[in-house]
Structures are given as C-alpha cells and as structure tokens.
C-alpha cells in the first residue's frame, strides 16, 4: 500500500492547495501507515475497521471520520488506476456522526470556549478563529509575512485562499494583542506549530478542550466561522458585508454582480470585525465576572 501511496500523492497533488495535500500526507502517511506494508490486494474491511478504533482512540473521531473519507478515496483512485480491484472502506462504520453544518455557539457557549483555551498556540488560534471568522487552515498556517501589524492589516494570498482569491482581514484590537505577544520561531516562518511547519495538531487539542467545558451539543471548530457570520449579521453588518469578511464569492459578490462590483469593503470589514470583537470581548468580560 505504502508504494501506491506515493503514486497517488504525485498524481493529484497538482492544483491541490498546499494545505489539501498536506492533509493527504498526514492521513495516508501517518494514520494509514501501519498498513502500508500490505498489498492492496490484501487488505480486509476488518483491518480498516481496527485501524479506525486505533486513530479514533488516539486522535479523537472527526480525526478518524476524516482519515476515512481520505483512505476511501484514495481506493476509488486506485481502483480507477487498476491497482486495486475493490474499496475495502465501504461497508465500515463511521467513527462518529457528523455534526450538522448549521451550528452556531451561544454567547454563553462562546464565553465557556474562550476561557479555556490556554495560552498555547491552539489556544490562541481558537481565539483568532472566533474573532476573524477565517478558516481555521488559513488561520494555523499564517506566517509572518503575511501581517501588517503596523496597519493591522493580514493579506491571504490567492493560494492560500480556498476560492483562490487574495484576501485583506482588517485586524481588531484583541487580535493585534494575541498577534504581537505571539513568540516568533527561529527556524519557521509560521506563527503557530512546531519544527519547520504549521501547527498540525487539532484532533488531540479538540478532545482535550471539549473534556473541559463539556458543551450540550458537539460542534467543530468551522462552527466558530459560521458564529461569526451570524453574529455579525445580529449586530446589523449588512450582508454584503458579512460576505466580503470570510471572502465568501456569492450573493452579492458572485455571479454577474461580481464581475462589476469590485468593491473591496475595507472600511466595511473594520467596522464589522471591530464590532464583532468587541461584542466578543464584553460576553467574555462578563462571563469571568459571573465566574
């Protein structure tokens, strides 16, 4: 399996956005890799199960659902390349149901969020998630060339944006503080991680932040988005507005109304995330005076 791998590796990671492939690696090469010395042709439902349990107990199960999307479609490529005769996937459980994509965190669930994030980098990346809206990729894997700090400004370059489209975020005051407190690394141009690259470590985190606030309801960190866009939009930010924030190319800002309206918002995207934030700021301030 190990060698069909790299096959696949190098035959699709052409056009594929750096952090996409950095995700097939880590699961194919990491949590698949005790299979790697089995031929396709051998590989059992019953060994892709046992390795599930594995990667569930050990990286938490949304890890394990991914790992599973990841390895069933590297089959159907297989299978497409005549390597493989069958998806050995099909047929196994998932490790655990996915959660709906409508949630949005409460005040209340938001200030239990933000006091327990540490003063690590997950910590801190969880924060800069629920104050900017971006995604929680583009967040883990910013570097330092991409900050203005002076103008409090963050440029995403195109490749690094899911809709290939470069993105200016206007930076709030909390952020700016959680930025230009955040130690710089001598050997990685990454704000956040460890070694040489961005931070990779989220399925752990996760379950070890949910084991503390214990939340009604499950919800992942791409809810923190979804929280922030309907915050916003509660506030009174305007829709179009909303949009130009998490660089969303629809509604106003797709199809033919794209094409003429160019407008880059960035007045707008200050007032909002400002707005945002400090909304942010005073629930968490009065959730720590209610204990």
């Not at 050995?88 to 459980?93: A, E, K, L, Y």
Request: proline share 5%; aromatic share 6%; hydrophobic share 40%.
């Amino acid at each position: 399996m190990g060698g069909v791998v790299s096959r696949y590796i190098a035959s699709v990671e052409k056009g594929l956005r750096p952090s996409t492939v950095y995700s097939l690696n880590n699961h194919l090469n990491f949590h698949w890799k005790p299979l790697h010395g089995i031929p396709l042709s051998s590989l059992r439902r019953a060994d892709i199960a046992a390795q599930l349990d594995i990667i569930s107990a050990e990286r938490g199960p949304h890890a394990a659902n991914r790992a599973r999307v990841v390895l069933s479609t590297f089959f159907s490529w297989a299978m497409g390349a005549g390597l493989a005769e069958s998806n050995p996937v099909i047929g196994t459980n998932r490790p655990t149901i996915q959660v709906a994509r409508d949630r949005v965190l409460s005040d209340a669930e938001l200030v239990a969020v933000w006091k327990v994030c540490g003063d690590d980098d997950f910590g801190r990346i969880v924060r800069l998630l629920a104050l900017t809206g971006q995604r929680r990729d583009e967040v883990a894997q910013m570097v330092w060339d991409e900050l203005d700090l002076a103008a409090g400004v963050w440029t995403l370059p195109a490749p690094r944006s899911k809709n290939r489209r470069p993105h200016d975020i206007p930076l709030s005051a909390p952020v700016l503080d959680i930025l230009s407190t955040q130690p710089r690394r001598v050997d990685s141009p990454f704000l956040f991680g460890r070694g040489a690259g961005p931070y990779s470590g989220f399925s752990r985190s996760k379950v070890r932040l949910d084991a503390k606030i214990k939340l009604k309801r499950p919800w992942v960190l791409h809810d923190l988005r979804r929280t922030c866009a309907t915050g916003m939009a509660n506030l009174g930010i305007l829709p179009h507005v909303v949009e130009a924030v998490l660089n969303h190319v629809s509604g106003s800002r797709g199809g033919i109304a794209g094409v003429y309206n160019r407008a880059s918002y960035a007045t707008e995207k200050r007032a909002a995330l400002d707005l945002w934030s400090a909304h942010i700021m005073k629930v968490t301030e009065a959730g720590d005076e209610t204990g």
